[in-house]
């Protein structure tokens, strides 16, 4: 069973290889084919997956470098799997937002391999080796495929995440002279009494602290997001926003939270208040955004935003009351894979939009219900998604990380329910630039959903509506993991 | 403690939103079809509602519940259930029976209209919404209900999407309610928090049960209190009541189910259904939050009743009244007459269905016009529009003894007379019978008396399909009055858990007396007034600014748009703002920072340690220049420097020694 893991993170990266020598025109099938295998290896991953066990599952361990204290040590536990699900779910769909060229492809599955290894590997110096290599391709993605102002949008985003990467990773260093290991588990459990003492920790605490919070991002290390999801091509922008962004909220869960608690707590209003930030400049200025896909990328910054508050709030609080804790991290772990689907859906709506239109202003359409009654509906549902409409999946996320923070930090959970308010209006003022009023002139031809486009949307609908309506076959994954988090971190 | 129908109460809103599901994906040429499948929803929805009352009926007081878990996380569950009492059951009944005339109405409205059947899906999915709010059993549960009802209307106000006003209109509904559903959302949590359960009742141990209320403590006030501004935003009072008149937007057979009947008064529901909540701690019936709940009930129902008497949209005079008997109705939950709120609710739904329907066939009838300036003397054209609209008309002002709503107003202003805070109230309510009298005699005279204006000339009856809704529901008013009589209060009693009792002397009150009086002065106020009504109002003639104010509905929309809107523009311009130019300036800062110092470095770099190599390079480069030079090759050369070497070696050899 272990070496189901190898072989997630090795297909994608032989798949990349193999495109080279696909003909052109086949290269998107070969990338889904390749999907297609991994997606099979995840299942069978969750199949296998013992729920009821909090430990990590399918443990691989092998000596790597032992001079440096480097070892290939990966598994999975709940947080883990939702996360291989969640990637083998984003990357085919992003696959079919567009057809593009052969080297596009190969950069994906590149950083695909690199997401299963960002979110299995166990031990610092093999995570990290993982992380950084997801922000190449990236960096290329945007860079070569970009839109408009993609080299200044690639620049940013490479010097920000690779600043913050170079900050935690000196952090690192810290702490393995100090306490001479890299094993997350281990310094897991040195966290709970004082990882390091003196003002040093503070510098530690900080080094990683901001190589996540860019990465999340949270508030006010934001502003490399808006350009780069607005740059970067429809595909990129799905992966960058419902899988990478990931790779933040998870740093601060496995890295961040067990490491440093007692130093969480210290600061913890002021985390709260940058979440609360987050969640309201944030979507306030998606509401000034005219751009739809600046629009998705700002609510992209506030639905993140809501992790981070559910975190926080349960960090913050000393001896916080079991459900609370519990509550907070499912919505956090179910936002996370909520959010996932839903802004990648959005993205790829918006792709949609831009190209029967070529522009992707909120004043370029007008009465497209009238014209293309299919895509305004199921587009609509994605959107009623996003702002937390029960029924579908963003409620249940949103609900449980409220119910956590509400009675863990009632104020900052008060002021940050504004968001919810505010990205309704910023969806329906969409909605209605968009949908409503006679048809405008310049898109009197665009055709409706053709049947290709159905058969993508129409399974990600379905799991909307499956994860708002029953939401236990999502959270049985990982509520083992949670109970064992939530007991961890108060 | 359940038996079979309570285990399957949730068939109830489950089959409407089944046949929504299946309306949607049938193609829009099956008119025939969606309308048949959205109508037999009902009817089974209608049977189902008749099997849960009438297991109700046997034991006064009867409540059973059936509750489930919904989810498990952590290691923490989550359990949503339905509750079948009196107060579900009467809404039950009330909801599908007005949906399904409202439905058959429709057929006859819509019938020219080309999204037909999308229409019936919407309603069918709305009636599910709300059949779910009513049966809930968790506040969780009835929030998502309640969430989806919003969407419904949503979805119904925007329904000529085309049109940029239904498009504004169903926008500003769902933003309204929403700004009162953070609130709701937020005593949803705090009660989550302290009590531990969302369940209402799980045998002892539910939040409206002993054990619940007493862990509440102080709290209760807040949770009530944000639990109501969820009300306030759903059922249109005062301050959020400003969406509810632009609703109108959308086609008649929604006005009159979900503006009038039903969703509007889910507000009304969700308060008498957590009374509890708001009675906790109660000294003599009076709380904190329940005088809240009084004053914006009598500040909605005052406001909107003057508004009503200075508008010219048959609808929005409609609209207005309805927000103003939801007033009445809170001012009534308030004071703690929850059953007379309660009845009010029930017959409101019927009457003002039946008015809605009557505008609706009026409008129908008058080519789409809905400015009464434009109608008059439909009377002639229009005979059984005009019979039931009067009957509608007359158990909204309250005229006495054979209109349902007569009775439950009367009971509600008795009900303010008893409360032990103010008796401003009262009064004020008093004054709200005139004013209700006069706004339906102003709008009957200019709609069906009189001379016939332009757009009267070529009215024309409505077809069948949409009389039979209209009689039927007329003569429910009519009926309904039998089971509210104070001489036989039987719904009130049964509500209350009580065995009904039959007392004829109570029949005649001093109550009746008093309201037949301002009734009767406001019919005749009414008629004295617009008896010569023209296209100019005579209050218009008489007081013009008072009537700009009125008719302009106090300026309040323009308020918020120039104040709380303004400010939340500015903040989200402010933020992107900052995003643009601030933050990324501080980052442009930071990356400047690095730049200058490269460039420093680049000179130190070039002008010191670089020339510094450069010029130590050179040196050795010279140096070896001159040595290499002398490295010719040629072997004369090198002799003749030996020889000149050895020579001045033996000269110092010599000179030495």
Not at chain 1, 343 to 351: C, D, E, K, M, T
């Amino acid at each position: 069973m272990a070496h189901l893991i190898t072989g997630l993170i090795f297909i994608p990266l032989l798949g990349a290889l193999f495109l080279s020598v696909v003909p052109r025109l086949l290269a998107r099938s070969a990338a889904l084919g390749c999907n297609l295998i991994t997606a099979g290896l995840a299942l069978t991953l969750w199949y296998h997956f013992d729920a009821a066990n909090p430990a990590l599952q399918m443990v691989q361990h092998h000596v790597w470098i032992p001079a440096i204290g480097a070892q290939v040590l990966a598994g999975i536990d709940g947080l883990s799997l939702l996360l291989i699900l969640l990637t083998s779910l984003i990357f085919p769909f992003a696959f079919l937002a567009r057809r593009m060229s052969r080297g596009f492809y190969a950069l994906m599955l590149i950083m695909q391999a690199a997401l299963y290894g960002t979110f299995t590997a166990q031990n610092f110096i093999l995570w990290f080796l993982f992380y950084e290599m997801s922000l190449i391709p990236a960096f290329l993605l945007i860079k070569i495929w970009g839109g408009a102002k993609r080299d200044r949008a690639a620049t940013k985003f490479f010097l920000y995440t690779f600043l913050g990467s170079v900050a935690m990773l000196l952090s690192f260093l810290g702490i393995y002279l100090v306490r001479g290991t890299f094993d997350f588990a281990e310094l897991a459990a040195l966290g709970k009494t004082g990882l390091l003492t003196g003002n040093v920790r503070w510098l530690a605490f900080a080094g990683i602290f901001l190589g996540l919070a860019v990465k999340v991002p949270l508030f006010p290390f934001h502003t490399w997001l808006p350009d780069a999801y607005e740059a970067a091509p429809t595909g990129a922008s799905m992966v960058l926003t419902g899988v990478l962004s990931k790779m933040g909220v998870y740093g601060f869960i496995r890295l961040l939270l067990p490491l440093f608690p007692n130093e969480i707590r210290i600061v913890g209003p002021w985390l709260l208040g940058l979440a609360v930030c987050s969640i309201i400049f944030s979507s306030l200025a998606a509401w000034a955004q005219s751009d739809l896909k600046r629009m998705v990328a700002y609510l992209s910054i506030n639905h993140l935003g809501y992790c981070m508050l559910g975190l926080f709030a349960v960090t913050a609080t000393t001896a916080a009351p079991a459900i609370e804790a519990q509550a907070a991290l499912s919505g956090v772990f179910l936002q996370i894979f909520n959010h996932g689907l839903t802004a990648a859906a959005l993205f790829y709506f918006v792709g949609l939009l831009e190209q029967r239109r070529g522009l992707r202003g909120l004043g370029d359409f007008g009465g497209l219900m009238q014209r293309t009654p299919l895509l305004c509906g199921w587009m609509s549902v994605a959107m009623f998604s996003s702002l937390g409409l029960p029924g579908l999946n963003g409620f249940i996320g949103e609900f449980l990380i409220f119910k956590g923070s509400f009675a863990l930090a009632a104020g900052y959970t008060a002021v940050a329910a504004l968001g919810l308010l505010i990205t309704a209006i910023v969806f329906l003022r969409a909605m209605q630039a968009l949908f409503s009023g006679p048809l405008t002139e310049s898109c009197a031809q665009l055709p409706d959903l053709r049947a290709g486009e159905k058969m993508v949307i129409v399974p990600v609908t379905l799991l909307m509506f499956a994860i708002g309506i029953y939401p236990q076959f999502v959270l049985a994954i990982f509520n083992a993991t949670v109970a064992q988090l939530a007991r961890l971190l108060s | 403690m359940s038996n079979w129908i309570v285990v399957h109460l949730w068939l109830i809103p489950a089959i409407p939103l089944a046949m929504a599901l299946v309306i949607l994906s049938l193609s829009s040429a099956r008119r025939k079809g969606a309308a048949m499948l959205a109508i037999a929803g009902q009817v089974a929805a209608l049977l189902l509602s008749l099997t849960a009352f009438w297991s109700t009926l046997g034991t006064p007081g009867y409540r059973l519940f059936h509750n489930f878990t919904w989810f498990t996380f952590g290691e923490q569950t989550l359990r949503l259930g339905f509750v079948l009492d009196p107060l579900a059951a009467v809404m039950l009944l009330m909801i599908t029976f007005v949906s399904l005339w409202i439905f058959v109405f429709s057929v006859g409205y819509m019938a020219e209209d080309k999204n037909f059947t999308r229409f019936f899906a919407y309603l069918s999915f709305f009636s599910a919404a709300m059949l779910g709010v009513v049966i809930a059993n968790s506040l969780l549960l009835l929030f998502v209900c309640w969430e989806l009802v919003g969407l419904a209307s949503y979805l119904l106000i925007g329904f000529w999407i085309h049109k940029p006003s239904a498009a504004a209109a169903a926008k500003k509904a769902f933003i309204t309610t929403r700004i009162g559903d953070i609130g709701f959302f937020l005593g949803l949590l705090w009660l989550y928090g302290r009590g531990g359960t969302l369940l209402f009742y799980d045998g002892g141990t539910g939040a409206l049960e002993n054990t619940g209320l007493l862990s509440l403590g102080i709290s209760a006030t807040f949770i009530a209190l944000l639990i109501f501004c969820g009300a306030v935003g759903k059922s249109g009072q005062f301050p959020l009541h400003v969406w509810l008149p632009d609703a109108m937007e959308g086609p008649t057979p929604v006005s009159a189910l979900i503006h009038a009947a039903t969703m509007v008064a889910a507000g009304v529901f969700l308060v008498a259904r957590v009374y509890p909540i708001f009675a906790v701690n109660a000294i003599n019936g009076v709380t904190a939050s329940l005088t809240v709940v009084v004053w914006i009930g009598v500040i909605t129902a005052l406001i909107s009743a003057l508004i009503a008497l200075a508008q010219w949209d048959i609808k929005r005079i409609l609209a207005y009244s309805t927000v103003s008997q939801l007033g009445l109705m809170m001012v009534s939950l308030g004071v703690g007459g929850v059953s007379a709120g309660i009845l009010h609710l029930l017959a409101h739904g019927f009457f003002k269905a039946l008015l809605f329907l009557g505008s609706g066939s009026v409008i129908h009838g008058c080519h789409e016009e809905q400015d009464i300036r434009r109608m008059g003397g439909l009377r002639g054209v229009m005979p059984l529009t005009f019979i039931t609209y009067a009957i509608g008309m007359m158990a909204l002002s309250g005229v006495p003894l054979f209109f349902a709503g007569a009775w439950t107003k009367e009971e509600i202003l008795h009900a303010t007379s008893l409360w032990s805070v103010s008796r401003i109230p009262h009064y004020l309510m008093l004054a709200g019978v005139v004013l209700t009298a006069l706004y339906m005699t102003r709008q009957m005279i200019y709609v069906f008396f009189g001379a016939r204006r332009a757009a009267a000339e070529h009215a024309h009856e409505s077809p069948p399909v949409m009389k039979l809704p209209l009689i039927v529901l007329a003569i429910c008013v009519i009926l309904l009055s039998i089971v509210l009589t104070p001489a036989w209060p039987w719904l009130h009693d049964y509500l209350l858990g009580e065995r009904p009792a039959v007392n004829l002397s109570l029949l005649i009150q001093p109550m009746l007396f008093v309201s037949l009086a301002l009734v009767a002065a406001g019919i005749g106020l009414g008629i004295l007034i617009y008896r010569r009504a023209t296209i100019v109002d005579p209050m218009e003639r008489a007081i013009p600014p008072l009537f700009r104010f009125l008719e302009n509905r106090m300026w309040l929309d323009e308020l918020y748009d120039w104040t709380i809107l303004a400010l939340a523009r500015f903040a989200a311009r402010l933020s992107d703002f900052l995003d643009r130019y601030f933050w990324d300036s501080l980052v442009r800062l930071c990356g400047g920072t690095g730049q200058l110092f490269g460039v420093l470095t680049k000179g130190l770099d070039e002008r010191g340690i670089n020339a510094g190599v450069n010029d130590a390079t050179g040196l050795t480069r010279g140096l070896s220049r001159f040595i290499s030079a002398r490295h010719s090759g040629q072997v004369q050369v090198y002799l003749s420097v030996i020889a000149v070497s050895m020579l001045a070696l033996l000269l110092l050899y010599a000179w030495l020694t």
